[in-house]
């Protein structure tokens, strides 16, 4: 029997799907263990039906994308949240930085209030994990094409599949040395911009530019700071328990090894800490107060 | 997730499928059952101009490819050229290089995605399928599709060595890039690339073949006799990567041409209630009326006089014997769009072979103060636009993102109506065949939803209600992009 398989999109850039794709030859093995029943970038069907497993890409930012969430958990065996912006909000959520109204008054250039669109915003961008029990979680920006290949060959024990905890140091290739030792010192004495140093096989923190590696959860591979870039925490925060707040994390990592008096008038830090994770800390309360978006009830 | 629902006169089609994007198709039947409007409402927006604004400016480059996954190198790009200006720097030729070959195989790996895997099955099968999608292709042509996903792999492999991911790449940065590629990676690339030529060459003109072969019927997308803008190189060669972006109208008349921010004087806006993107026109002088604008692959063709490398140059003079330059049948796009394929794979061999690609500097150090910038690209639907101010902590203060769809969404609308009056004329009902003519018409722009909703609030602005009547007229531009 082939497993039914749906591939469904709220808000989103699609990027997921695209990865999916990018199993490239081996999706034809895919396509003989899975049967695609709904997917609305390549196929026609217009209804998602009963299936054994929903992937679903995106966060929730419509009253629209609300309601499919929660008709998505009924119609699936199985719901996997795929990407950063399932997970954890990812990069759409930065708009829960101000209120719709702003945003459609600036956007739109209308008097307040009269711009409505063709549906409703949410107040805040949420992530689909806070607003429907999900199965499993592939995180990143977007996650690599192996996770989905796990996923369909560990269906339904997704228990078996073993990604990644630690933070994306693990997988870093760039020298540490003082981050490594016990001193009392800084690690560079002064916070650079990251096109402002040279390159080196150094670790970004110890050369002063700021890298969301520490409270990144790994399992991308290190691609960005291979090619001598840092690090900005699409992975989402690591699993663990209490690490739920990356922003936090890095903030309190940086402040014991960095001078950051000046980052808080220099540099952008909410941008940076919750550029992918800010729905995780604008939605505290949604998890406690769910209405009625759990699988079980 | 509601197939055609029939409520009195109105008729919905939701969700529209193979394209990018999530979009809703409205009709409306006047009592004799004609049709008498059409809507295609683009159904989200992610306020990326808003939270753009306060971030540094540096960061724009890993930003705003989020606004599209299946080109975020066109929004890595263009981000990356602005933010050059911003840190006022020339970037060396070898990162311009680099740079372009990350863009010439996003070019094949977006055009190939709709062409095989999005449009194509529209004219493999019968109208009949449930569903016509690329998996058709395994029964009638498996060979084809190995050596498609073979080319897309090819393409999404230059893009991470390039740009470090094939989805969402980080190696452009303001003053060059981060990191170039080493010798071994390139001979390893010059060799599939040099494989992948007759390969390509002939896979396409299967497509051109399966193109031609279509009954004419099929072809019947509606005429469009709009104007047209696109990139140009100095010698008025095709351009995707650098050059100035031209307008003309439908005799192919230059009506005007621009490179940097002066592209506000020539776009106006309109609102309209039911789609987040919005209606951009091209704004002749005071009194004189606007007219719509076409973007991407027909609309370059259109304007550039000849492609400089030899297959593609080849396809180009058998499209124009066929169609005629300046043709209104929008039909042709699929063709424009076959020999674009050709070209950036060609052209991707020649960057791979150019010394310059390996030698000398690839970045400048740099650190960005107050400053405006604005970046052009050709992405695969057409001009692509972004333009940032920064302040002297080099924050983003105002940003402003003009979208090839966005571009392209009159256009659209005007198809959709066109196309859905002639067929469903006298009340006809909506089957499975209509429904593919229908949604053929709007694919063929080979619509990103995803990139679309965006602002550019910078323009006159008109609000429509659904009846066309003008609710709102609205002057307003910024005073800080006006300056520049």
């Known amino acids: 029997m082939r497993i039914k398989v749906a591939y469904c999109i709220l808000t989103s850039c699609t990027g997921c799907k695209i990865s999916f794709l990018d199993m490239h030859e081996k999706i034809l093995d ?16 217009r209804e998602v039906p009963e299936c054994d497993l929903i992937f679903v890409e995106g966060s929730i930012s419509t009253d629209e994308d609300y309601k499919e969430a929660l008709e998505l958990r009924k119609k699936a065996k199985y719901l996997v949240a795929v990407g950063a912006c399932a997970c954890f909000g990812g990069i759409p959520a930065m708009r829960n930085f101000y209120s719709t109204d702003e945003i459609l008054d600036s956007t739109y250039s ?35 094409p192996e996770n989905f290949i796990e996923v369909i060959d560990n269906y339904p024990n997704f228990d078996n599949i073993k990604l ?15 981050l490594l030792s016990p001193i009392r010192e800084f690690t560079s004495l002064k916070i650079n911009d990251p096109y402002e140093v040279d390159d080196t096989d150094m670790c970004f923190l110890e050369r002063g530019v700021l890298c969301m590696g520490i409270a990144t959860r790994s399992g991308c591979g290190g691609r960005c700071v291979g090619m001598q870039v840092p690090c900005r925490g699409c992975f989402g925060p690591p699993p663990q328990e209490g690490s739920e707040d990356q922003g936090a994390g890095m903030i309190s990592a940086v402040a014991s090894i960095l001078p950051t008096g000046r980052l808080i008038a220099k540099e952008d830090i909410l941008g940076l800490v919750y550029r992918y994770s800010l729905s995780m800390i604008t939605n505290l309360q949604i998890k406690r107060t769910n ?3 759990n699988k079980d009830e | ?127 009949k399928a449930e569903s016509n999608d690329f998996r ?42 981060s990191k170039p590629m080493s010798e ?108 719509i604008l076409q973007v991407g692959p027909l609309a370059r063709q259109k304007i550039y006089d000849s492609i400089p490398t030899a297959i593609a140059g080849e396809m180009l003079d058998k499209f124009r014997e066929q169609f005629g330059r300046y043709t209104v049948e929008n039909y042709a796009t699929h063709y424009a769009r076959v020999l674009e394929i050709m070209y950036s794979l060609e052209r991707t061999v020649e960057i791979l072979e150019d010394d310059n690609l390996m030698n000398n500097d690839y970045k400048i150090k740099n650190k960005i103060t107050k400053a405006s910038g604005v970046g052009l690209l050709e992405a695969p639907r057409g001009t692509l636009i972004h333009h940032f101010e920064s302040n002297e902590d080099g924050r983003i203060t105002n940003s402003n993102i003009l979208v090839a769809t966005t ?78």
């Open chain 1, 110 to 144: 209308q008097k307040k209030g009269r711009y409505t669109g063709p549906n409703e915003l949410l107040p805040k961008v949420k992530s689909l994990s806070s607003v429907i029990d999900v199965d499993f979680e592939i995180p990143g920006c977007p996650p690599l």
């Open chain 1, 30 to 45: 895919v396509l003989e263990k899975i049967d695609i029943v709904y997917s609305q970038m390549i196929q026609d069907h």
């Open chain 2, 407 to 484: 571009f392209n969404n009159p256009a659209i609308n005007l198809a959709l109506f066109k196309v859905a009056k002639a067929q469903m004329a006298g009340g006809k009902e909506i089957d499975n065949e209509t429904l593919r003519y229908i949604e053929s018409s709007v694919r063929i722009f080979d619509p990103c939803l995803t990139c679309s909703s965006h602002s550019f609030n910078n323009f006159t602005i008109k609000v429509i209600n659904h009846r066309g009547e003008t609710i709102e007229h609205v002057q307003e531009r910024s005073k800080d992009l006006r300056a520049t």
């Open chain 2, 136 to 177: 058709l292709l395994l029964k009638t042509d498996p060979d084809m599709l190995k050596k498609v996903i073979r080319l897309r792999k090819f393409a999404q492999y230059v893009i991470e060595v390039t740009g470090g991911k094939a989805i969402h790449p980080m190696s452009a940065i303001p003053g060059g890039i």
């Open chain 2, 184 to 291: 071994e990676q390139r001979s390893e690339l010059i060799k599939e690339a040099k494989e992948l030529v007759p390969i390509t060459k002939e896979i396409l003109y299967k497509v051109w073949d399966l193109l031609d072969a279509v009954p004419d019927k099929l072809k019947q997308y509606e005429t469009l006799e709009t104007h047209s803008m696109a990139m140009i190189s100095k010698n008025n060669t095709i351009a995707l990567y650098d050059g100035e972006v031209v307008i003309i109208d439908k005799n192919g008349k230059r009506k005007a041409g621009y490179r940097g921010a002066s592209y506000q004087k020539y776009v106006e806006e309109r609102t309209m209630e039911w789609s987040w993107t919005k209606f951009p026109y091209f704004r002749k002088d005071e009194g004189e009326e606007s007219s």
């Open chain 2, 1 to 127: 997730m509601k197939e055609e629902i029939k409520m009195n006169n109105i008729i919905t089609i939701e969700p529209v499928s193979r394209l990018e994007g999530k979009a809703r198709i409205t009709f409306e039947r006047d009592n004799q059952g004609e049709i008498s409007r059409a809507e295609f409402s683009v159904l989200e927006f992610r306020a990326f101009e808003k939270f753009l604004e306060g971030r540094m400016a540096r960061e724009m480059p890993r930003i705003t490819p989020r606004i599209c996954g299946i080109c975020p190198v066109s929004h890595h790009l263009v981000s990356a050229k602005a933010t050059d200006m911003l840190a006022r720097t020339v970037i060396p030729v070898r990162a311009a290089l680099h740079r372009e070959l990350m863009h010439m195989a996003q070019f094949i790996h977006s055009h190939t995605l709709h062409v095989y895997f999005l449009a194509l099955p529209d004219f493999i099968d019968s109208f």
């Open chain 1, 164 to 178: 990644p905890t630690k933070t994306l140091c693990v997988e870093c290739d760039l020298k540490k040395e003082k």
């Open chain 1, 291 to 293: 209405e009625g978006g």
